[in-house]
């Protein structure tokens, strides 16, 4: 079965610091897909980035940056700089190549980030 | 307008009731899908449609029945709910059912069951 597990629940930072969301995945799978959403206070889950398990280059979009490895079933993300707009739940989530967008998601972590 | 649009936002129900939540996207997209958002629970996937047609039932009650009338509107009319069944109902929209495809998300309906 599949499984996405992120142990950190709540994540409390002061604005400019970095910050690291941490995502343990598990499938037997040897095609999948990770994705990362944020989850604004408006309730929208809003797409961060999309890697497929053949791709294990880490991406730096910003102040974003995902780091994924394969060894250890993680494809973590991290914030440079944080700000108080990044105040959200993040969701890592994962796909299996069935053809069909079936997302597992895990339970999200809380980020606040406070001025 | 928006992408994926949902109404209402904000719905208070007794357990004998009926009602109906909307969901309507202007994204062109084909596959439509409802998930359910408890709290301190992952987001749980329970329908999916692809041009119209139901491709997943995620074993949700039958107090839960969608309605897909084309690619642009879904709708999940709720009867006899439970207390329980009080979330963040998610719609959202992919082009293509792929695996890769990114979900555009509504901003939920909160339902609250008496």
């Known amino acids: 079965a599949q499984k996405v597990t992120q142990a950190q629940t709540e994540i409390s930072v002061v604005e400019k610091e970095d910050v690291t969301l941490d995502c343990v995945y598990e499938?037997?799978?040897?095609?999948?897909?990770l994705f990362w959403y944020k989850q604004p206070p408006s309730g929208e889950l809003v797409f961060l980035i999309r890697?497929?398990?053949?791709?294990?280059q880490n991406e730096i979009s910003g102040r974003y940056s995902w780091n994924f490895q394969k060894s250890t079933s993680s494809f973590n993300f991290t914030i440079t700089a944080s700000q108080v707009v990044d105040s959200a739940v993040y969701f890592c989530?994962?796909?299996?190549?069935?053809?069909?967008?079936?997302?597992?998601f895990g339970t999200g972590t809380r980020l606040l980030v406070s001025p | 307008e928006t992408g994926v649009t949902q109404t209402p936002r904000h719905l208070v129900m007794g357990m004998t009731n009926k009602k109906s939540l909307k969901c309507e996207q202007h994204?062109?997209?084909?596959?439509m899908y409802w998930y359910k958002q408890s709290a301190k629970k992952p987001l749980e996937l329970m329908f999916v449609?692809?041009?119209?047609?139901?491709?997943e039932n995620n074993s949700v009650p039958s107090r839960f029945s969608p309605e897909c009338p084309n690619s642009s509107h879904l709708f999940l009319h709720l009867h006899t709910l439970q207390p329980e069944d009080s979330a963040l109902y998610l719609c959202?929209?992919?082009?293509?059912?792929?695996?890769?495809?990114?979900?555009?998300f509504g901003e939920g309906s909160r339902l609250t069951v008496l």
């Open positions: 890697r497929n398990s053949f791709d294990e």
């Open positions: 959202a929209s992919s082009q293509g059912q792929g695996a890769a495809g990114e979900l555009f």
């Open positions: 499938t037997r799978d040897t095609t999948y897909y």
């Open positions: 989530a994962l796909s299996l190549n069935t053809g069909f967008q079936k997302l597992v």
């Open positions: 994204l062109g997209h084909n596959a």
């Open positions: 449609y692809n041009f119209k047609e139901q491709t």
